[in-house]
């Protein structure tokens, strides 16, 4: 299975990388027959996997209308590029004036079917986060700039490194890397997480950042250098201004679904994001209910560690005790992730007939859940016992019999003393 998986995940990221060097090529190719190719950039995200040799997910395109003039800006140019694509494509424009090209119908490409691929085109802008509410999470001004003023808005240095449209008419091995902050490449090199202005302006400006810093160092192993640590760390109550929604999306994203998350839940503690979001999920009850559903199907490690960590959201293993919880490691921690995820849930919905025992013992009130509780005990002690569920009911009823014959002894004793 895990050969399976591998050559899946080696043929998808074969098909990202020849759909983004196809698609690059062509928009070189639409740029220079328009002669804008020297002011239409591909920037951020593209250029930074590419350097590390990660497959390229997303092509974000910006054009510098500043320069070009003449009404030339993100809407002219995805019209144009439009015209050259012979499928059907469909066009939006966000609230950024962002313009967003989706292809609806085959488009095969240098031998890549691009169908269902998004094209998004972006003016060169410069923003601000005042607003009538404050700074929090979206800009409240946006102005067309220079593609120099825009390097600088973006939160970290590794992402204002861009490629020119009209040098990547041999693909991206052959273009030119502009960094414009002159600092960029030796911090993508160096795996340091730095920022183009004062960190506690980009985390001020939108607070989500935090939790993006996060993912780069989970996916990517950059370090988060003193002064960042430091921002971070001062910053992260402002997570609470973003909407919950947004904090939630990327937690689960770039977080929680990542092979790295018991390590990033570990980094956020030191940062003190855990704390904020713990505040959150008690002030937020819509939060803590996502974030419940989101964990149904997570690691055991995981809901361990975030419960451990002070995240006391409603999790599958909230009815076990601190105690409970230790074994439960104990327990799992030498198994395989699918049998640690089995045990969970038969702890969960121990496997025997708890109506057959109620009725047997003639249980009432509280009584009745205890014969759960019972064979949670006997297996997280015994740990075998959940995979044999007869042995595992004899247990339970030896139990029974002992308590319930314990305490009709003490009823006993009562009468005998008061009589």
Avoid at 86 to 97: G, I, R, S
Avoid at 313 to 340: G, H, N
Wanted: proline share 5%; hydrophobic share 40%.
């Amino acid at each position: 299975m895990k050969v399976i998986n591998k050559l899946a995940r080696s043929f998808i990221a074969d098909n990202e990388i020849a759909r983004a060097d196809a698609l690059m090529r062509f928009l070189s190719r639409v740029s220079i027959k328009l002669g804008v190719g020297k002011h239409v950039y591909v920037v951020g995200g593209a250029v930074r996997n590419f350097i590390l040799k990660k497959p390229i997910k997303d092509i974000d395109v910006v054009i510098d209308s500043i320069a070009l003039g003449r009404g030339r800006d993100s809407d002219w140019f995805a019209k144009q590029v439009m015209k050259n694509i012979p499928a059907k494509t469909t066009l939006t424009t966000n609230q950024y004036d962002v313009a967003i090209i989706t292809v609806k119908s085959d488009w095969f490409l240098d031998d890549v079917n691009l169908k269902g691929e998004v094209i998004e085109i972006a003016n060169a802008r410069k923003e601000s986060y005042g607003g009538g509410g404050g700074k929090g999470y979206k800009p409240s001004d946006i102005e067309p700039a220079t593609i120099e003023v825009d390097t600088i808005r973006r939160e970290f240095t590794f992402n204002t490194l861009l490629w020119r449209l009209m040098d990547l008419t041999k693909g991206p091995e052959k273009a030119e890397i502009i960094d414009l902050t002159g600092c960029g490449l030796r911090d993508l090199n160096n795996r340091e997480m730095r920022c183009p202005k004062d960190p506690d302006v980009v985390f001020s400006d939108d607070p989500t950042r935090i939790l993006r810093a996060i993912k780069f160092v989970a996916k990517y192993g950059f370090t988060i250098p003193p002064d960042l640590f430091k921002s971070i760390q001062k910053n992260a109550h402002l997570m609470k201004r973003a909407p919950w929604e947004a904090i939630a999306k990327l937690l689960v994203k770039n977080v929680l679904e990542e092979p790295t998350a018991r390590k990033s839940l570990k980094l956020m503690k030191k940062l003190g994001i855990l704390d904020v979001l713990a505040e959150m999920v008690q002030e937020q009850k819509p939060f803590a209910s996502y974030l419940s559903k989101q964990l149904r199907n997570k690691e055991v490690q995981i809901l361990l560690d975030l419960m451990d960590l002070g995240l006391k959201v409603k999790s599958p293993i909230s009815f076990l005790d601190k105690k409970q919880q230790l074994r439960l490691r104990q327990l799992t921690v030498p198994m395989p992730t699918e049998d640690a995820t089995e045990f969970l849930e038969l702890l969960i919905k121990p496997p025997i007939n708890s109506k057959g025992l109620i009725d047997e013992f003639n249980l009432q009130g509280r009584d009745r859940g205890s014969v759960v509780s019972i064979a949670r005990s006997l297996m997280l002690e015994r740990p075998e016992l959940a995979h044999n569920p007869k042995r595992l009911l004899n247990e339970v009823r030896g139990v029974l019999k002992a308590t319930l014959g314990k305490r009709a002894m003490v009823s006993a004793l009562k009468l005998f003393k008061n009589g």
